[in-house]
């Protein structure tokens, strides 16, 4: 008698930083991807600080609500918050590509904890198939300086993972130039400067 074996789509986990690669990454998984997955795993890290809030900005604190006693855990929650939006809206980007069973999960990065670090511990405990994220395309200085999270997780996860590249992303307030744009085409005058 033959036994049928059941073939098991990957567990990917998508570490998703907020920043204008977002949507390219969950749209480059959307394609390579859907229908070939059992689950997503979509996941954010906000950091947040107690010395480096400024009540009135990031996480909209106001001066009437900084007791000492309730400052820690409204800095905490209003992070958090700030997480779960973020991945709400990268869930719908993901539904409005046909990708239904996705499941989120905020981090929160205290400065004892480093947004690498908290990335791999939750790997490890979510043992995904493949991990995939987004290059921001630093340079040699801002990796040796800051570090790169993606950098971080291909030398310290214990699964493989997918770097998506920047290619054809816009650069915060970089013009969008079409291809053709400096071509003239066939026919067209030329304006005489001046």
Not at 143 to 171: Q, W
Request: aromatic share 6%; charged share 30%; proline share 4%.
């Amino acid at each position: 008698m033959a036994e049928t074996t059941e073939q098991k789509g990957t567990n990917l986990l998508v570490a998703l930083d907020g920043s204008d690669m977002c949507d390219h990454v969950i749209d480059w998984c959307a394609k390579h991807f859907s229908g070939k997955t059992d689950k997503i795993h979509m996941v954010h890290v906000v950091e947040y600080s107690l010395a480096t809030v400024n009540p009135r900005t990031e996480f909209g604190l106001d001066y009437s609500e900084l007791d000492e006693v309730n400052l820690a855990t409204k800095v905490k929650q209003k992070a958090y918050n700030k997480g779960r939006k973020h991945l709400e809206k990268c869930g719908n980007r993901f539904a409005s590509q046909g990708v239904k069973s996705v499941e989120s999960k905020v981090l929160l990065a205290h400065p004892s904890k480093s947004v690498k670090g908290l990335l791999c511990e939750h790997a490890d405990n979510l043992k995904p198939d493949v991990i995939v994220c987004g290059s921001r395309g630093k340079g040699y200085m801002g990796r040796l300086f800051l570090g790169s999270v993606s950098d971080y997780l291909m030398h310290n996860a214990k699964c493989t993972v997918m770097v998506i590249k920047d290619e054809g992303v816009p650069k915060p307030g970089a013009k969008e130039k079409k291809m053709d744009e400096d071509v003239p085409k066939p026919g067209a005058k030329e304006k005489k400067i001046g």
